[in-house]
């Protein structure tokens, strides 16, 4: 596929999409929006894909928001007619079945923030810093941030970050539990290739499984998570993963997964 704002790649089981606007830092416009969401339907269709990874071209942005000729034109019903019941990248990386990285390498502001946040990892170097900077230009997040916060770091934290705009470093975010590693800039993409290493040893049907259960205890009360996940363990033993990963383990070798 050839993109305008986005590079795409599959390889090895792994699709990369790069955010590619590094003359704006990557920041995103329409045309952006829509190709994201283009990429991440056809890797979450895509039976060869195991793991996904978004980042951005060049060093010094994952993607610094969005870009303010949209701002300046937007009305109220722009924003309902093209994303009010319809399909946002954000909201749709949390619902593929398939692990989500985000490999950030430098600014994650605003709707790029969000876009890392939704992932289910995110790697960062060393020189990235995040931010919800729309209170800074008369807005709101819109892309999940103010639901996505305070889940991750507390109630205060978050309503210290939206209310001022503030932004936090790579170290910062670590410590509040909101990236899971912090790597040389240089050593970024390394870093985030061993981790996919190491998903990529296990099934990717209960990779699928695992998010949905863990979806599950973020989106409803206890007891029903309690019970989604017993359904989602139930259903695993009907794939052949399970029942590979079970003789491999007691024959003592490396299983050999099939998705299924």
Request: aromatic share 8%; hydrophobic share 40%; with cysteine.
């Amino acid at each position: 596929m050839e993109f305008e704002a986005i590079i795409y790649e599959k390889k090895d089981n792994v699709a990369w999409i790069t955010l590619n606007r590094p003359k704006v830092l990557n920041a995103q416009n329409e045309t952006m929006l829509t190709e994201l969401t283009k990429c991440l339907e056809d890797a979450r269709d895509d039976d060869n894909v195991y793991v996904m990874v978004i980042t951005g071209s060049g060093d010094k942005a994952f993607c610094a928001g969005a870009d303010q000729d949209m701002l300046l034109v937007w009305t109220p019903m722009d924003v309902i007619k093209k994303y009010k019941g319809g399909i946002r990248p954000y909201f749709l990386i949390r619902d593929i079945p398939k692990p989500v990285i985000a490999m950030v390498n430098g600014f994650a502001f605003g709707g790029g923030c969000e876009v890392a946040l939704w992932c289910d990892i995110i790697i960062a170097s060393e020189n990235a810093q995040f931010g919800q900077l729309e209170i800074n230009v008369g807005l709101i997040p819109g892309g999940g941030g103010s639901q996505l916060w305070p889940r991750l770091v507390g109630e205060k934290k978050a309503r210290e970050l939206i209310y001022t705009g503030d932004i936090i470093s790579a170290q910062e975010a670590l410590r509040l539990g909101v990236v899971n590693q912090v790597v040389p800039q240089d050593k970024l993409r390394e870093a985030t290739e061993k981790f996919i290493g190491k998903l990529k040893k296990k099934s990717p049907a209960m990779l699928k499984l695992a998010k949905m259960a863990i979806n599950k205890s973020l989106d409803e009360p206890l007891i029903s998570g309690r019970e989604g996940e017993l359904d989602l363990f139930a259903l695993a033993f009907g794939t052949e993963d399970q029942k590979e990963g079970a003789r491999a383990f007691l024959e003592k070798r490396a299983p050999n997964y099939k998705g299924k």
